[in-house]
């Protein structure tokens, strides 16, 4: 019999089922009267949880897809249409179930995901900003892209202009949902969001720094799993449970000399 090298974190086994509620709340959104977003890039998430929006995020929907073998069909109808092999996989599974939708073909039911009320993306990469606009176009909604200075090195004079440039566009972000919801935003509502934000990110980096030790309590495979809440859940009380629970689990590891090979 071969020989088990892999000790697995307990806590990330958690991560599936998170995320599978997860996005059966974005399928049950419409019928609830709740508005739903499709993003791309590095937006920011705690605006749509303000304003109570379900909100996909396509490059955690391609992750989700492949660890279920539910994006091949999807990339499959995408490339079909003329969308290059040799463009993003995460560009092209989403686009895929954008076709679908449209056309009424047949999506597993565990990747289905209703069609955008809007989309919201970011241009970190050129991919990012051209794939949110071909979405929009696509889907026939109203589009918004956030311009993100690529990173490079700047002077701080530079630096301060990028910062004004994206603070500009977030408050015209938060007119552009106000518009798209008819709600108005709740800047109080926001700041306990953002403090959830910050107490799940302040756990799961602890949890990265004990892989400092030797032996790691941890593989690179454990902390990629952990990113699901981050994205997905970020701003929520089960984010934090789960990093507490994980960083738990983590230091136990750690104190007991157990390594994750």
Not at 90 to 103: D, F, I, P, S
Not at 167 to 192: M, S
Not at 195 to 205: D, K, N, T
Request: contains cysteine.
């Amino acid at each position: 019999m071969a020989q088990q090298l892999v000790n697995r974190l307990k806590t990330t086994a958690k991560v599936k089922g998170m995320m599978d509620a997860y996005y059966e709340d974005i399928r049950q959104a419409p019928g609830r009267g709740r508005k739903v977003a499709w993003t791309t890039g590095p937006v920011p998430f705690e605006f749509f949880r303000v304003m109570d929006v379900a909100f996909q995020h396509g490059e955690s929907y391609g992750a989700y897809a492949a660890a279920r073998k539910g994006n091949l069909e999807l990339k499959n109808a995408a490339e079909a249409e003329g969308f290059s092999a040799d463009g993003c996989s995460y560009w092209r599974t989403v686009g895929g179930l954008a076709l679908l939708n449209q056309r009424g073909g047949n999506v597993r039911s565990d990747m289905y995901l209703p069609k955008p009320d809007f989309v919201v993306g970011a241009n970190p990469c050129q991919t990012m900003g051209l794939w949110a606009d071909s979405i929009g176009r696509q889907c026939k909604v109203p589009t918004f892209v956030l311009d993100v200075p690529p990173p490079a090195e700047y002077t701080e004079d530079e630096f301060q202009r990028n910062v004004r440039h994206v603070q500009q566009q977030f408050r015209e972000l938060i007119v552009f949902l106000e518009q798209q919801t008819g709600k108005k935003f709740d800047y109080d509502r926001l700041k306990e969001i953002v403090e959830l934000v910050r107490e799940g990110a302040i756990l799961r980096r602890r949890s990265l720094d004990m892989c400092a030790v030797h032996p790691s309590p941890q593989t690179f495979f454990d902390c990629l799993i952990s990113l699901g809440p981050s994205h997905a859940l970020r701003g929520t009380p089960e984010a934090v449970q789960y990093y507490k629970d994980l960083v738990v689990e983590v230091e136990e590891r750690v104190a007991n000399g157990v390594g994750a090979i």
